[in-house]
Nanobody, 114 residues
Framework: QVKFVESGGGLVQPGGSLRLSCAAS????????VAWYRQVSGEQRDLVAT???????IYEDSVKGRFTVSRDNAKNMVYLQMNNLKPDDTAVYYC????????WGQGTQVTVSS
């Protein structure tokens, strides 16, 4: 059974930082592009950042220069370092394959507020 477990969210003030982690089980992420997505309540889930199997990264415009996605294939983990957080970054964050998404995890709530 494929499972993604996200963690590391929380409440942070504008300008602060968080590091999200995603643990994958039931699948080896090595051959796949994996991505972070986020969803505001009542809205669609949006793509935030992608990291390919080769380590190339792609970011949605609003997070470029602030977020960094990385992966550790040996640990089957994906990370999202988020710096200079803004209130608009408030959402539930999920990880999954970039193409051919699998079952969604519970996500981790990120709230940016003063």
């Amino acid at each position: 059974q494929v499972k993604f477990v996200e963690s590391g969210g929380g409440l942070v003030q504008p300008g602060g930082s968080l590091r999200l982690s995603c643990a994958a089980s039931g699948i080896s992420i090595g051959p796949y592009s994996v991505a972070w997505y986020r969803q505001v309540s009542g809205e669609q889930r949006d793509l935030v950042a992608t990291i390919t199997s080769g380590g190339s990264t792609i970011y949605e415009d609003s997070v470029k220069g602030r977020f960094t996605v990385s992966r550790d294939n040996a640990k089957n983990m994906v990370y999202l370092q988020m710096n200079n957080l803004k209130p608009d970054d408030t959402a539930v964050y999920y990880c999954n394959r970039r193409y051919g998404v699998l079952a969604w995890g519970q996500g981790t709530q990120v709230t940016v507020s003063s």
